[in-house]
């Protein structure tokens, strides 16, 4: 069973910034995705397992930037210039075929964690 744990949200002031970690219990292919109040649960990015491609969202692309640490397991959001848009619960998922932008694409998820924007 994989396991990932997600850590790193918090509250931030619109223009501020957080990153976002996800360690997971082997290589994957890695998304991240989000759910806002009310909302369905959005792709947000994805990185291969290489670490060689990677896939953004058109509403983050610029501020926001996923990497990882093959030595570590562990998966990173960095994100910068916060909008009050952004506010959700992000999600850590993993999957094994195809680096996709929809939930089917990936296998496993983590528990999520709170990124709250104040304006």
């Known amino acids: 069973q994989v396991q990932l744990v997600e850590s790193g949200g918090g509250l931030v002031q619109a223009g501020g910034s957080l990153r976002l970690s996800c360690a997971a219990s082997?290589?994957?292919?890695m998304g991240w995705f989000r759910q806002a109040p009310g909302k369905e649960r959005e792709f947000v990015a994805a990185?291969?397992?290489?670490?060689?491609?990677?896939r953004y969202a058109d509403s983050v692309k610029g501020r926001f930037t996923i990497s990882r640490d093959n030595a570590k397991n562990t998966v990173y959001l960095q994100m910068n210039s916060l909008e009050p848009e952004d506010t959700a619960v992000y999600y850590c998922a993993a999957g094994l075929r195809v680096m996709g932008i929809t939930r089917n694409n990936y296998d496993y998820w983590g528990q999520g964690t709170q990124v709250t924007v104040s304006s």
């Open positions: 990185i291969h397992w290489s670490g060689g491609r990677t």
């Open positions: 082997g290589l994957y292919i």
